[in-house]
C-alpha cells in the first residue's frame, strides 16, 4: 500500500488545522467541495476531484498512523476514505458533458476505483489485526472531527491518566506546569500532541531494557555517578533534596563501543524510573515533521511519568554545534530542547534527568554542554577491566586458559575496546569449529575441543583495535579539559 500510495505522501503535508477547516464544518465532509449546492453536469468533474482529495487525505493520515502502529486510528481513517470514495462512485454522470470532462471524470473514476481495492484490503488486514469486525467496517462513520476522533483521544487521555506515574501526579502537579506549560498535553484540542503522546509511549518509552548492571564490566566512576543521580533518587526522593539534589544532566563520553548504551540501558533496568530512550532518528522522522513540538511533549510526558530519564543516544547528531549554515528545523530543535531542560532543571519538585551518550563529545554545541554538568568519561577498557571482561565472555565456553595465558591476551589487548574484544573472543570461538571440515554435521557438541590460547593469539591477528591512537588522545584532552572525572 505504501508504494501504491508514495505519490500521496510525496504531494501531502500533515496539515491538521486544513483537515480541522475541511471536515470540522459539518458532519458531511463533503460540504468544502461542493458549497453544498446542486451538482450540475458540468460540475461532476469538479466534484469528483473534492472527494479525490479528501479520500487522499485520509489515505495518507491512515498510512501514517500504520507508520505510528496506531492501528485504531489507521482503521479510522482507512474508514473515512472508504466512505468519501463510496460516495465519489454513486455520484451520477450523464453523457451531456464535453469530452475533456467526461476524460477527467473516468480517470477519476479509474484512480479512486483503484484505491477503493487497495483500502478494502487494508481495512480487511487491520481489522483482523485488532479484533474490530469488518461489520464495524461497513458501519457509517461519522466525521473524524466529530464523535471518531473525540472518542479516540478520549481514550487515549484516560488511558494516559490510569498509567499515569508511580511518583508523578500528573501534569497539573505543579503551579509551574499550569504557568509555564499553557497547553499540558491532556488538554489538546488538535489531536496533534494525543499523537505525540502516543508515539512517545509507544516508541520512545523503553519498557524492555535487557542488560543488567553486573553484566557491564567495570566503569566503576561511571555507575557511581549514575547511581547517585538517578536510581538513588528516584528510590528515595526524600532523602535527596536540597544540597543532595541530584544533577540533572549527565554526559557519558567516550571513544566507540565501550559501553555507554549499555550503561544507559542497564540504568533503565535497574532504576524505577520512566525511561525514555530517544533517538536522532524518532526525533527527525519524516512522520512528525515539527520535532521540536516532539521534543516539547516528550518532556511534558515526561513530568507527568517522573521520575524519568531522559536517555539521548548519539547526542551529538541532534545536538551539535549551531552554524550559520544548520537548517531552521536543527535550530529550532535545540532552541526547545534549551527552554524544556531549564524548564525541568528550574523547579526542584522535578526529577527528570536527561543522560546523553557521543563519541564526539568535541561537537557537541557550548549551550548544550553546559547544562550536561557530569561529564563521565568512559575510557577504553584498562588491564583490570579487560581481564573481567575476558572472565565474563569466557565462562560459558570449555577452555584450557590459564590464568597465565589470560594474562597475557589481556596485556596484548591494549588498545582494543570493549566491543573489539567482544568481537575477538566471538572469533576465538570460531577456530575450533573451522578445524572440523566435513564434521562438523556429525560431531557432538561437547567433543568440540575446548578454546587455547593460540585461537586468541591467531584472532588477534585478524581484530585489531578499531580506534587509532590520535583519537584516543584528542578524548583523553577533552576530558581533561572538560570532563568530571
Ligand atoms: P558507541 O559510541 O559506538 O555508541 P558505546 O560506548 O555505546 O559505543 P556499547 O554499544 O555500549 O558501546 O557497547 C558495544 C558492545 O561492546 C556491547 O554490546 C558489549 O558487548 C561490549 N562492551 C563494551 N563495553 C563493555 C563493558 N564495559 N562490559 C561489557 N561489555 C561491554
Ligand atoms: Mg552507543
Given at each position: 500500500l505504501n508504494s501504491v500510495f508514495t505519490e500521496v505522501d510525496n504531494n501531502h503535508r500533515y496539515e491538521q488545522s486544513k483537515h480541522d477547516r475541511t471536515v470540522s464544518t459539518s458532519s458531511n465532509p463533503m460540504s468544502g467541495v461542493d458549497g453544498?449546492?446542486?451538482?450540475?453536469?458540468?460540475?461532476?468533474?469538479?466534484?469528483l476531484k473534492g472527494y479525490f482529495d479528501l479520500a487522499k487525505e485520509e489515505i495518507a493520515k491512515g498510512v501514517r498512523s500504520e507508520e505510528w502502529g496506531l492501528h485504531e486510528d489507521a482503521l479510522l481513517h482507512y474508514r473515512n476514505a472508504q466512505r468519501i470514495m463510496n460516495e465519489a462512485s454513486s455520484t451520477p454522470c450523464t453523457s451531456y458533458i464535453s469530452s475533456s470532462e467526461k476524460e477527467k471524470v473516468r480517470l477519476y473514476r479509474e484512480k479512486i476505483l483503484k484505491w477503493q481495492s487497495q483500502v478494502s484490503g487494508r481495512l480487511q488486514t487491520l481489522s483482523k489485526r485488532t479484533g474490530v469486525g469488518m461489520s464495524e467496517n461497513k458501519r457509517a462513520v461519522p466525521s473524524p472531527s466529530s464523535a471518531s476522533v473525540s472518542t479516540a483521544s478520549n481514550r487515549r487521555i484516560s488511558s494516559q491518566r490510569t498509567s499515569l506515574p508511580r511518583g508523578g501526579t500528573g501534569m497539573a502537579r505543579s503551579p509551574r506546569n499550569a504557568t509555564t506549560n499553557p497547553k499540558p498535553v491532556k488538554e489538546s484540542a488538535s489531536g496533534y500532541d494525543d499523537k505525540l503522546v502516543e508515539m512517545i509511549n509507544t516508541t520512545i518509552v523503553d519498557r524492555s531494557p535487557s542488560v543488567k548492571w553486573d553484566d557491564v564490566a567495570g566503569l566503576d566512576g561511571a555507575k557511581q555517578a549514575l547511581m547517585e543521580m538517578v536510581i538513588l533518587p528516584a528510590k528515595r526522593r526524600d532523602l535527596f533534596t536540597g544540597l543532595r539534589r541530584p544533577a540533572r544532566g549527565l554526559l557519558l563520553f567516550g571513544p566507540p563501543g565501550n559501553g555507554k548504551t549499555m550503561l544507559a540501558k542497564a540504568v533503565a533496568s535497574e532504576s524505577q524510573a520512566t525511561f525514555f530512550n530517544v533517538s536522532a532518528s524518532s526525533l527527525t522522522s519524516k512522520w512528525v515533521g515539527e520535532a521540536e513540538k516532539l521534543v516539547k511533549t516528550l518532556f511534558q510526558v515526561a513530568i507527568s511519568r517522573q521520575p524519568s530519564v531522559i536517555f539521548m543516544d548519539e547526542i551529538d547528531s541532534i545536538m551539535s554545534t549551531r552554524s550559520i549554515s544548520e537548517n531552521e528545523a536543527s535550530r529550532r530543535l535545540k532552541s526547545e530542547f534549551l527552554i524544556q531542560f531549564d524548564g525541568v532543571t528550574s523547579n526542584p519538585d522535578d526529577l527528570v534527568i536527561v543522560i546523553g551518550a557521543t563519541n564526539k563529545p568535541q561537537e557537541l554545541d557550548d549551550a548544550v554542554l553546559r547544562r550536561l554538568v557530569k561529564r563521565i568519561y568512559v575510557p577504553l577498557p584498562d588491564t583490570n577491566v579487560r581481564k573481567l571482561l575476558f572472565k565474563t565472555k569466557l565462562k560459558c565456553q570449555p577452555h584450557s586458559l590459564s590464568s597465565g595465558d589470560i594474562d597475557k591476551i589481556v596485556r596484548e589487548t591494549e588498545g582494543?575496546?570493549?566491543?573489539?574484544?567482544?568481537?575477538?573472543?566471538?572469533?576465538?570461538?570460531?577456530m575450533p569449529i573451522r578445524e572440523l571440515g566435513a564434521n562438523i554435521l556429525t560431531i557432538q557438541a561437547n567433543k568440540v575441543r575446548p578454546l587455547k590460547y593460540d585461537d586468541f593469539r591467531k584472532s588477534m591477528a585478524v581484530i585489531r583495535p578499531s580506534l587509532s591512537k590520535s583519537k584516543w588522545e584528542e578524548l583523553e584532552r577533552w576530558n581533561s579539559e572538560f570532563g568530571s572525572n
Open positions: 453544498g449546492g446542486p451538482v450540475t453536469n458540468e460540475r461532476v468533474a469538479y466534484k582494543y575496546s570493549g566491543s573489539d574484544l567482544q568481537a575477538l573472543c566471538e572469533e576465538a570461538a570460531m
